[in-house]
């Protein structure tokens, strides 16, 4: 019914073209029908009135092809009687009836060149009406042949945030987050080439560097040899259930850890540090050059790492609630500065803050020790001869974001999602435990940490934390 509705809605927008349309007809009709009555001799006049009944090719009445017929075949014969010479009347009447047939053929073909156009126009309604369903839902993606964007709905240009203009001609590749490895991605192309469907779920990035997942599925347009011609590729986001999905397994694998944290509290910690005092005491008979000295330095060193691996353990495991109050952020980056700066290995790093001081709602231990981490992890990640900035920044829906960048190599994109995983670490010595907590301790303040490594290189932790009222 709806169809049905933009076709008359059509007709009545078309209904001051068609009176024009029908008196030019009218005007046509009748100067053919005094030239024919005026030439006598000649039959070929008459056969003018062909475009008479053709001009319904363009006439919303679906009658007129047969009005505009009958009407022909009635002057032509008209025309017959009053005008045409008795001696050759049956030779012209022949002609005429010719004409007649003529004009009736004619009526059928326009009339069902007609119907045909009316069902045209419904179907592109139909389409319109899909397209509008689709591109409200899904995110839509065209690509040819070769994998260039031919076309990207508004959701596209929404989530990955590039402007419309900068997707088109381009590949996937704009989007790729490289977190899915080359042969599963080798795998999908290869699906798609051969004419086949896909789906799968996808990890891409948008333009400011954040990650979204996509379910996906590809469909292949094919020709008559069974070839793809183009993709269409209909995904939705479902990045909010990954996220709940990971929220679950990190708290079963947080109860395991925290079971194994207990266990390791009481019955590694106490021993460690009897172990610990009494290197110290053995430490001090000892001459300081002394052979053994280096050895029992590196014991008690090695001790004291397990001892701070169980009490990250611990913290991560079972986090202290935060002890919210008011927390000014500049001092406290000029704070973790200045203890950075007071160790030898870190001398030659410049440190730098940008922005205005932005009151932000947390616990001062828990936010110092986090930007520490992160201001640590860049000092190390530039091994100690770089730049690193911490900038602040007013954030959305009432949060206050705080960006630690530096200059350094970057994190490689096969491990970039790995780094908030517990455990896992680059480095000859660490327990895996510092972004974790880190990222865990913002998640406990009602923020966010994420990383990004910008194409112009080094990388930037973004810590989000409620404003301060």
């Not at 024009?20 to 003018?48: K, R």
């Not at 899904?138 to 070769?146: G, M, W």
């Not at 930007?371 to 990640?381: R, S």
Request: some cysteine; proline content about 6%.
């Amino acid at each position: 019914m709806r169809h049905n509705r933009g076709v008359f809605s059509l007709l009545r927008k078309a209904a001051p073209r068609s009176r024009a349309l029908h008196l030019l007809g009218l005007a046509l009709a009748v100067t053919i029908f005094v030239t024919d009555a005026a030439l006598p001799s000649s039959s070929v006049v008459g056969v003018l009135y062909v475009c008479v009944v053709l001009l319904g090719l363009r006439s919303p009445w679906v009658a007129y092809p047969t009005v505009a017929a009958a009407t022909a075949s009635m002057l032509v014969l008209i025309d017959l009687v009053i005008a045409w010479p008795e001696s050759t009347l049956w030779l012209a009447l022949m002609n005429r009836l010719l004409m007649i047939g003529v004009f009736a053929i004619t009526a059928v073909v326009v009339r069902r060149f007609a119907n045909l156009e009316g069902q045209l126009l419904v179907q592109l309604d139909q389409l319109a009406d899909f397209k509008r369903a689709l591109d409200a839902s899904a995110i839509v993606a065209i690509t040819d042949v070769q994998g260039r964007i031919t076309y990207a709905n508004d959701k596209f240009v929404e989530i990955s945030g590039y402007p419309r203009e900068e997707l088109l001609g381009q590949d996937h590749r704009i989007i790729n987050s490289g977190h899915h490895p080359p042969e599963f991605i080798r795998t999908l192309w290869r699906t798609i080439a051969q004419g086949q469907v896909w789906h799968g779920q996808l990890c891409n990035r948008a333009k400011d560097g954040h990650l979204y997942w996509v379910d996906t599925t590809i469909v292949p347009f094919v020709n008559e040899a069974g070839k793809p011609y183009q993709y269409i590729a209909i995904r939705s986001d479902i990045t909010g259930r990954k996220q709940a999905e990971e929220a679950i397994t990190q708290q079963a694998s947080l109860a395991r850890v925290g079971q194994m944290a207990a266990v390791l509290a009481h019955e590694i910690r106490n021993p460690l540090a009897g172990i610990r005092g009494a290197m110290e005491i053995l430490t001090g008979r000892l001459t300081a050059d002394h052979p053994d000295r280096p050895v029992m330095q590196e014991i008690i060193t090695r001790t004291v790492s397990l001892d701070e691996l169980i009490g990250d353990l611990l913290l991560f495991a079972r986090p202290r609630p935060p002890r919210f109050g008011r927390v000014d952020v500049q001092p406290l980056i000029a704070d973790v500065f200045g203890a950075l700066q007071q160790d030898p290995l870190w001398r030659q790093v410049t440190f730098e803050a940008r922005g205005s001081d932005l009151p932000v709602l947390a616990d001062y231990e828990l936010t110092r020790a986090t930007v520490f981490n992160l201001v640590l992890n860049a000092a190390q990640a530039v091994q100690g001869r770089g730049h690193i900035v911490v900038s602040t920044s007013a954030g959305e829906n009432g949060t206050v974001t705080l960006k630690v960048r530096d200059d350094g190599p970057g994190i490689p994109g096969d491990i970039r999602e790995e780094i908030f995983e517990p455990f896992f670490t680059t480095k000859a010595r660490g327990g895996g435990l510092g972004l974790p907590i880190a990222q865990r301790t913002a998640a406990l303040h009602g923020g966010t940490l994420t990383v990004a490594c910008p194409p112009d290189g080094g990388t930037v932790f973004t810590l989000t934390l409620p404003a301060a009222p």
